[in-house]
T-cell receptor, first 115, second 112 residues
């Protein structure tokens, strides 16, 4: 079956512009996660959606970052007024129901470069 | 807070078994051992996980020591496509433990 898909695969933008990154989770998965991975760095949690519950936004680095999930499926991560330090690979993952022991399946990521 | 320790790099000859060690001496009773890998320019890929028994799936085997303080991921017949960074992590089973954290992992190079 289809895995997690993300678009665009690569995005180059100018400092100060807004960007939108999209994630399509595995069909039927109710939990969705956003992470980012900077060059040579580990994985940084950003936000977690589970069903109709309020999302866990504790990992969002600033108020320039926001995310929504429409209809319990597709999610969009928006970065406003991008900065050079936002350059990273943004990864989306999904799992069946969410929670501690669920296996998370990752998409290929969106490589964001802010010039 | 590094809960796992892995060697930074390893080489393995193509066709041979790759044995990747991981130390997790402070693991708690409700924490599982998970392995992911990340091939260059791709997203992390789930490999296998276990609590205390050895596990095997189509990708790999996971051997966990009896005291659970270390484990070994075994790729039985490594191929060039197995070249990747392999991450060993421990995860609790409680609510709020969904935030995955990867350390630096082991960069496995499979050599022809």
């Amino acid at each position: 079956g289809a895995g997690v898909s993300q678009s665009p695969s690569n995005k180059v933008t100018e400092k100060g512009k807004d960007v939108e990154l999209r994630c399509d989770p595995i069909s039927g998965h109710t939990a969705l996660y956003w992470y980012r991975q900077s060059l040579g760095q580990g994985l940084e949690f950003l936000i977690y959606f589970q069903g109709n519950s309020a999302p866990d936004k504790s990992g969002l680095p600033s108020d320039r970052f926001s995310a929504e999930r429409t209809g319990g499926s597709v999610s969009t991560l928006t970065i406003q007024r991008t900065q050079q330090e936002d350059s990273a690979v943004y990864l989306c993952a999904s799992s069946q129901q969410g929670g501690g022991q669920e296996t998370q399946y990752f998409g290929p990521g969106t490589r964001l470069l802010v010039l | 807070d590094a809960k796992t320790t892995q060697p930074p790099s390893m080489d393995c000859a193509e066709g041979r078994a790759a044995n990747l060690p991981c130390n997790h001496s402070t693991i708690s009773g409700n924490e599982y051992v998970y392995w992911y890998r990340q091939i260059h320019s791709q997203g992390p890929q789930y490999i296998i996980h276990g609590l205390k028994n050895n596990e095997t799936n189509e990708m790999a085997s996971l051997i966990i020591t009896e005291d659970r303080k270390s484990s070994t991921l075994i790729l039985p017949h490594a191929t060039l496509r197995d070249t990747a960074v392999y991450y060993c992590i421990v995860r609790a089973s409680g609510a709020g433990s969904y935030q995955l954290t990867f350390g630096k992992g082991t960069k496995l190079s499979v050599i022809p």
